[in-house]
């Protein structure tokens, strides 16, 4: 007996026709895919041309970082030279705080240099402020030669030469006694003379130039010393240095006198480089009014013969000490300073057998006579 088909059986001839309804809707929605697809290709082609010129841009700066890490890792690091320390500089000198009101008052405002960094302003400034300091310490700064006439002081100046003032002034009143005037001296006994100056050293040249000089005095000018420069150093043994000692102490006429200690004092202060006698002599009178110049030069000497020595320098006992580019050359420990002071300042004898008032009552004490023990 054949039985009935079930509901089972009938939902299963069902589902093997759904097939066919789905193959039947699928070309209908590919056809309105077909429809829309231009316009969503347009943009997604743009993107993608995009896309593919961007890659190739995006794959060489790969490249490039990835190789430039690859060479950083490779490439060995250079060795450098060791580095060597610089030895610490040598901390400069500095002058102590010791000097006039005026001095003290500059101090913040003194710090000398190499003279390249000094402005000619600057120079002009510290050159007359330490005249004018030592002009505090030397109230009393005269021409260290005895005389009386400017006869005497034109031979005693020529006698100066390559000897002390002290030893002029020890010889010269034995000559003076004897032969007063030009007249005197031009008609001496040449040995005579010689035998009085043999005390100064190169006695010989000396009398003839002093011994020269009166007879062109009595044949020139009459017997009298000249008041202008360029009749003094027309006198035998006579220059410039001489001529202005006797314009500016004689005469009173302006002149500076650039001796050794001038010359060495100068150039210590920067005020000049030059070392032939009459350049420096324009430099420095450059640097102050005319009127000045005499006494500068008592100044200046002064401090070169009783501080600011030549191979000593006393620094630790220098009243200018502050304003001095060469502090330190010398001795600075002010107790040892103090023994290398000359003359009245080390509580010595000073040069004149005949000083002025003004220098006794200074407390200056005159030299001894020559011979005198």
Not at 210 to 226: N, T
Not at 270 to 282: L, M, S, V
Request: hydrophobic fraction near 40%; include cysteine.
């Amino acid at each position: 007996m054949k039985e009935k088909p079930t509901a089972g059986a009938g939902g299963a001839g069902e589902d093997k026709g759904a097939p066919a309804k789905k193959a039947a809707a699928g070309p209908a929605k590919a056809t309105a895919a077909r429809k829309t697809s231009p316009e969503k290709k347009t943009p997604a082609g743009k993107k993608a041309a995009a896309g593919k010129k961007t890659a190739p841009a995006a794959k060489k700066t790969a490249l490039a970082g990835k190789k430039a890490a690859l060479a950083g890792k490779k490439a060995p690091a250079k060795k450098t030279a060791p580095v060597r320390k610089a030895p610490a500089a040598k901390k400069p000198l500095v002058a102590p705080k010791k000097a006039t009101a005026s001095v003290r008052a500059a101090l913040a405002k003194t710090v000398v240099g190499p003279a390249g960094d000094e402005s000619r302003t600057a120079l002009v400034r510290r050159a007359r402020r330490i005249n004018r300091e030592l002009a505090e310490v030397f109230p009393y700064a005269h021409p260290e030669l005895d005389f009386e006439n400017p006869f005497q002081l034109v031979v005693a100046t020529v006698l100066s030469a390559q000897t002390t003032d002290l030893r002029v002034n020890q010889t010269t009143p034995a000559l003076f006694a004897k032969y007063p005037t030009p007249e005197d001296l031009a008609a001496a006994n040449p040995e005579e003379v010689e035998e009085i100056l043999r005390p100064t050293g190169f006695f010989r040249a000396k009398t003839r130039s002093v011994m020269g000089l009166s007879k062109a005095l009595v044949e020139d000018f009459g017997g009298e010393v000249p008041g202008r420069l360029e009749d003094l150093v027309k006198l035998p043994g006579v220059g410039r240095k001489t001529a202005f000692v006797v314009l500016g102490n004689a005469f009173g006429r302006p002149g500076i006198t650039v001796d050794t200690h001038f010359q060495r004092l100068v150039r210590r202060w920067r005020w000049t480089g030059e070392t032939d006698p009459d350049k420096i002599e324009a430099a420095v009178g450059a640097l102050f009014p005319k009127s000045d110049w005499t006494d500068l030069s008592h100044h200046v000497i002064w401090h070169g013969r009783r501080i600011c020595h030549a191979r000593k320098p006393a620094c630790g006992a220098c009243p200018i000490a502050p304003l001095c580019p060469a502090y330190g050359e010398g001795e600075t420990d002010p107790e040892k300073a103090k023994k290398l002071l000359k003359y009245e300042k080390g509580g010595l004898p000073g040069q004149r057998l005949k000083p002025p008032q003004s220098y006794l009552d200074a407390g200056g004490r005159p030299a001894p006579p020559l011979g005198a023990g």
